[in-house]
């Protein structure tokens, strides 16, 4: 179990499938659910990503606790479960739906231009008011929306104006510890990690990459047609097992820490956000070569049905690709003799240990496409 940060000097301590082996739960689907009246829910970027993803929890998310959770019907007339209340759409802050899927202690959060993997630091599960996957949830909920805020104001032409996703995962964090304080104070950490989806303002316009990471979850950017790796994000540790993360009695800020790069893309490049369940399990080679074989199969006609057509993971390609990776990592995660690069940083550390490492897994795969193309 990772460490959480506890003091001052820090010491360790939208179509879904669901299938569930208790206690443990698997999740797959396209996008993650948003407002009908989201502000920016049409963007008007000439690229977009063609998504999916897909969750596989080490044990059953633990319901938000009050005031997070919908109100309760009201009478005989209402329906006990509606579209926008069902599963993880059941949440609520400040008035509206928290975006994004829980997963275990890990979020996603999935759509056109924003893609988004966090990692909630499961050892708080053993404190009181501990609720490492609200903070995980709730800082991508306020990271997207400080992303469309930003969009929104600067719409039309304008909306080539350059992002800056590290002051809105600031402004996400302090939002999330207003929202997480008295009188109704829960404690947390997360790792936050996600990819905004932009364009050059140059003629003709290219694709461009906003990726934002702040600890050990992991953006990762391939190009399957050369079957290559163009871009990783590093990740960022106080010592083994221990990444930076934000949250309660964390040193960790946005503003100080966090680390954002803009990767020149191309069409058909896939990006992947990912939590440390995949990287700690699978070496990024079985990672290239997993996806660059799903595309593959996905394209000869395997997979399940397509919404359109199918050229490099298009038309729901994408949620093949994330749940085959999933099952990649979870097949190490699950072998207690498995060689992982996990279980190789713990002997560079000293630690006598073997096999994989059973965690929350969770990845978004999305394609980037041109609209209209």
Known sequence: MRAAIRSRAFQSPTQQ???????????????TPLPADAINSNPKSPFYFDTGYSLFAKRPSRPFPPPFLSPPSRSFSDPLSTHNRSRDRRSYVNGEIIRGVTNGDDAVLVGENFIGANDGVGAWAAREKGHAALWSRLILHFWALEAERDASATDGAAT?????????????????????????????????????????????????????????????????????????????????????????????????????DKVNIEENDVVLAMSDGVVDNLWEHEVLENVVDSIQK???????????????????????????????????????????????RAVEEGLAMEGGKLDDIS???????????
């Open 160 to 260: 080539s104006s350059e992002p800056n996703p590290v002051e809105y995962l600031q402004k996400a964090y302090e939002q999330t510890k207003t929202a997480t304080s008295s009188p109704n104070e829960y404690n947390g950490t997360t790792t936050a990690c996600a990819a905004i989806l932009h364009y050059t303002t140059k003629e003709p316009r290219m694709p461009l990459l906003y990726v934002t990471n702040l600890g050990d979850s992991q953006c990762l950017v391939m190009r399957p047609k050369d079957r290559i790796i163009i871009y990783k994000t590093s990740e960022q540790w106080h010592w083994f097992d221990c990444p930076r993360q934000l949250g309660t009695n964390s040193p960790d800020t946005p503003s100080a820490n966090a680390v954002m």
């Open 17 to 31: 499938r669901w299938v569930t082996s208790s206690p443990k739960v698997f999740t797959a689907g396209e996008t």
């Open 298 to 344: 996905w394209e000869s006609g395997e997979g399940g049905e397509a919404s359109g057509d199918r050229i490099g993971g298009a038309g729901g390609g994408m949620i093949f690709v994330a749940e085959e990776l999933v099952k990649a990592a979870r097949t190490i995660a699950e072998d207690p003799y498995a060689e992982s690069p996990f279980m190789e």
């Open 363 to 373: 990845v978004v795969a999305a394609l980037c496409r041109k609209r209209g193309g």
